[in-house]
């Protein structure tokens, strides 16, 4: 079994920024991508930014040269900053790991999070 546990939510004002954090447990070898989505209410799932264990990067349009996503592969933790945040950016995020090699399990596809609320007030 693979945790994904997400903190750093909250509610801001529009022009603010906040650093979400994502930390992995369960005898973890290695993580092959980690990510960051966001759902906000009545919309589907999206992707935020993602980042692989070599520290390649995908953002979504809508963030790109707001929030930047990072990882520290000792701590199997990653981190989204969030800058400039606007009100659209309001949302529930979540926290996604895939091919997660385990000691023992093995290796894991598609865990998640359960995720932190961002709010942005105008």
């Known amino acids: 079994q693979v945790q994904l546990v997400e903190s750093g939510g909250g509610l801001v004002q529009a022009g603010e920024s906040l650093r979400l954090s994502c930390a992995a447990s369960?005898?973890?070898?290695?993580?092959?991508?980690m990510g960051w989505y966001r759902q906000a209410p009545g919309k589907q799932r999206e992707l935020v930014a993602d980042i692989t264990g070599g520290g390649s990067t995908n953002y979504a349009d809508s963030v790109k040269g707001r929030f930047t996503i990072s990882r520290d592969n000792a701590k199997n933790t990653a981190y989204l900053q969030m800058n400039s945040l606007k009100p659209e950016d309001t949302a529930v995020y979540y926290c996604?790991?895939?091919?997660?090699?385990?000691?023992?399990?093995?290796?894991?596809?598609?865990?998640w999070g359960q995720g932190t609320q961002v709010t942005v007030s105008s």
């Open positions: 369960g005898s973890i070898f290695s993580i092959n991508t």
């Open positions: 996604y790991a895939d091919r997660v090699r385990t000691k023992i399990a093995g290796t894991i596809f598609g865990s």
